[in-house]
Nanobody, 119 residues
Framework: QVQLVESGGGLVQAGGSLRLSCAASGMMFSIGRWGWYRQAPGKQRELVAS????????YYTDSVKGRFTIADDNGKNTLYLEMNSLKPEDTAVYYCSARRRQAASYDYWGQGTQVTVSS
C-alpha cells in the first residue's frame, strides 16, 4: 500500500504562483509513475502532469506546458508541482496519484487540495 498526502493549495490571483507537495509513504518501490490530476466543478478529472520512477521522464497536458513543472525528490519520497502564471481556469481540486509498475491505471490517490485562482 501507498499513502499520499497533498499540501500547498490555496487562493491566488491570476498570474501568481503556487507549489503543491505530495508526501508519500509505504511501498514506494512498487511505484512506476506518479503525478497530479485535477478536477474542476462539473468537469472530468484530468491528468495534469506525471513523472516516471526512476528516470524522471515527464508528461504535461497541453494547457499547462511552459507554466507548470513537476519534480520528484526521490530521497524524500516527495512529489512537487510548481505552478506559475496561474489562470482562473486552473481552479480545481488537485490530487496526487501513483501507479504501480504493473498497473494499467493510477491506483493510489491522495485526498486532494483546493487551488483557486481569482481573476
Amino acid at each position: 500500500q501507498v499513502q499520499l498526502v497533498e499540501s500547498g493549495g490555496g487562493l491566488v490571483q491570476a498570474g501568481g504562483s503556487l507549489r503543491l507537495s505530495c508526501a508519500a509513504s509505504g511501498m514506494m518501490f512498487s511505484i512506476g509513475r506518479w503525478g497530479w490530476y485535477r478536477q474542476a466543478p462539473g468537469k472530468q478529472r484530468e491528468l495534469v502532469a506525471s513523472i516516471s520512477r526512476p528516470g524522471g521522464s515527464t508528461y504535461y497536458t497541453d494547457s499547462v506546458k511552459g507554466r507548470f513543472t513537476i519534480a520528484d525528490d526521490n530521497g524524500k519520497n516527495t512529489l512537487y508541482l510548481e505552478m506559475n502564471s496561474l489562470k482562473p481556469e486552473d481552479t480545481a481540486v488537485y490530487y496526487c496519484s501513483a501507479r504501480r509498475r504493473q498497473a494499467a491505471s493510477y491506483d493510489y490517490w491522495g485526498q486532494g487540495t483546493q487551488v483557486t485562482v481569482s481573476s
